[in-house]
């Protein structure tokens, strides 16, 4: 089965859904999130609606900031590799690169589609798994956990994609998740149809970033719609209001209900 998106690791006051610095990193299509136990939490999700990926790519370092702890994220591309990024409020950080293939490639395009995006002409740097266990310990020290560098080292070695993220966790020192559940889905049938419309709407404006670096013609559906941005905001507002957030699930139905008639 592929799976490709980010994970965070993070101790927040508020739910790390409900920071900005979360979403403008990573987007917001949320798929799992637990509790680990201090004021931690492991968010897991799925790669950006289309609108976010032209934006996403910053990496963890303003979420440190605004949290004060250090933060550890990870980039996760099918069977390939994860790209693992640690901060910490002070401002420093480490990068790793972790690949599955004996080669040591990947094929993943890490500059374009990622959010932990490199700069053009940066390349994944080789796996060096001794200095990332060393980064991994360094960071966990800053965060004030209990990590067992044995344990991460073997984590590091033995564990596969996507569990590696969830296996360091454990490494490090934290106790075992406890699941806090979304009120509802992104594309609940209450509201399928408005949400579609702004799954499309963002996926012309993600056409439109990448035709530039293509060389092509944009094409009429690539062209934006007067409902465009409405119908976004409501994906948007359904990601702000599925862990308790500033709209109830009626409140998404009659919205959904109001753009649909005001654009039938």
């Excluded at 993943?108 to 200095?131: E, I, K, W």
């Amino acid at each position: 089965m592929s799976t490709f998106g980010s994970l965070v690791l993070a101790r927040s006051e508020p739910l790390l859904v409900h920071l900005p610095q979360v979403s403008s990193a990573f987007g917001s299509m949320w798929r799992h999130l637990e509790d680990r136990g201090g004021g931690w939490q492991l968010l897991d999700m799925a790669p950006p609606m289309p609108h976010q990926w032209p934006t996403v790519g910053a990496g963890p370092a303003d979420l440190a900031a605004v949290t004060g702890t250090p933060v550890l994220a990870a980039f996760v591309s099918d069977t390939s590799c994860v790209q693992l990024v640690g901060a910490v409020p002070d401002g420093r950080s480490f990068s790793s690169h972790v690949v599955q293939a004996s080669d040591g490639k990947c094929g993943y395009d890490h500059h374009r589609f990622n959010t932990l995006r490199l700069p053009v002409g940066v390349d994944p740097s080789p796996p060096d798994l001794p200095a990332l266990a060393a980064d991994l310990a360094t960071w966990a020290a800053a965060a004030g956990l209990d990590a067992s560098p044995r344990r991460v080292r073997a984590t590091l070695h033995e564990s596969g994609y996507p569990e590696l993220f969830y296996d360091l966790a454990d490494a490090l020192g934290l106790p075992a998740g406890e699941d806090i559940d979304a009120l509802f889905d992104h594309d609940e049938l209450d509201w399928y149809w408005a949400w579609q419309r702004g799954w499309d709407a963002g996926t012309r404006v993600c056409r439109r970033w990448t035709s530039a670096l293509r060389a092509t013609a944009s094409r009429q559906c690539d062209l934006p719609q007067p409902a465009d941005q409405d119908f976004i905001g409501f994906v948007e507002q359904v990601a702000d209001s599925m862990y308790g957030g500033p709209l109830t699930r009626q409140d998404l139905v009659e919205e959904a209900c109001r753009l649909t008639s005001k654009w039938p």
